[in-house]
């Protein structure tokens, strides 16, 4: 069975410039997060998804962060636009029940 | 606010030996809690988990002990082997789906 599958593994990108990740949950997992993991610490949650609703986007800076996931399978979460401070690595993860399966991630510098 | 931490930022150990990975939780009312090994350049995998019903869960060469009167959660690792080398997070459960995860431990395996 496939696992979580996310697109770019890397990008680096200039300051202000637009970013986008991708992610592919597991087949049949209707709950989908996003994280952001900074360099030494643990992921923090970003969005959580119940099928194509956002049930808990209270972490996300939504001035420029923004996500979606149409039709309650793929996800995209952007950055428009990125700043220094965004450098770090964004986590998918998926869940059928309460165990969470992640993603490799996008690992994002921003010069 | 709640957090979640761990007591020490890396660990060595001697292959073979057994290994001790410990986390202090705040919020009282986290019911779940769970354990994640994280390699470089991957994300978080899922190793064992623990609900607070229970103050000790046994799977393959872990054990994850609860303690709810002091907040605090242990992962035992027996017989360490050098794939074990990994940084290890504990998670706890508030309101639901959403995660809180540690700073991280780093546990490397001396040959």
């Known amino acids: 069975e496939a696992g979580v599958v996310q697109s770019p593994r890397y990008k680096i990108i200039e300051k202000k410039q637009p970013v986008a990740f991708w992610c592919n949950p597991i087949?049949?997992?209707?709950?989908l997060y996003w994280y952001r993991q900074n360099l030494g610490q643990g992921p923090e949650l970003l969005i959580r998804?119940?099928?194509?609703?956002?049930?808990?986007d209270s972490q996300l800076p939504k001035d420029r962060f923004s996500a979606e996931r149409l039709k309650g399978v793929d996800s995209t979460l952007k950055i428009q636009p990125a700043e220094l401070g965004d450098s770090a690595v964004y986590l998918c993860?998926?869940?059928?029940?309460?165990?969470?399966?992640f993603g490799p991630g996008t690992r994002l510098t921003v010069l | 606010g709640e957090s979640v931490g761990l007591h020490l930022p890396t660990l060595s150990v001697q292959e073979g030996d057994n290994s001790i990975i410990n986390c202090a939780y705040s919020?009282?009312?986290?019911?779940?809690f769970i354990w994640y090994k994280q390699e470089s350049g991957k994300g978080p995998q899922f190793i064992i988990d623990?609900?607070?019903?229970?103050d000790k869960r046994q799977g393959q060469r872990v054990t994850v002990l609860l303690n709810k009167t002091v907040k605090h959660l242990s992962l035992q690792i027996a017989a360490t082997q050098p794939g074990d080398s990994a940084v290890y997070f504990c998670?706890?459960?508030?309101?639901?789906?959403?995660?809180?995860f540690g700073t991280g431990t780093s546990l490397t395996v001396i040959p």
């Open positions: 998670a706890e459960n508030q309101s639901g789906n959403q995660f809180y």
């Open positions: 993860a998926s869940s059928l029940n309460s165990e969470q399966f």
């Open positions: 087949s049949g997992h209707n709950t």
């Open positions: 623990i609900r607070s019903n229970m």
């Open positions: 998804y119940e099928n194509e609703e956002a049930v808990d």
């Open positions: 919020n009282s009312a986290s019911d779940y």
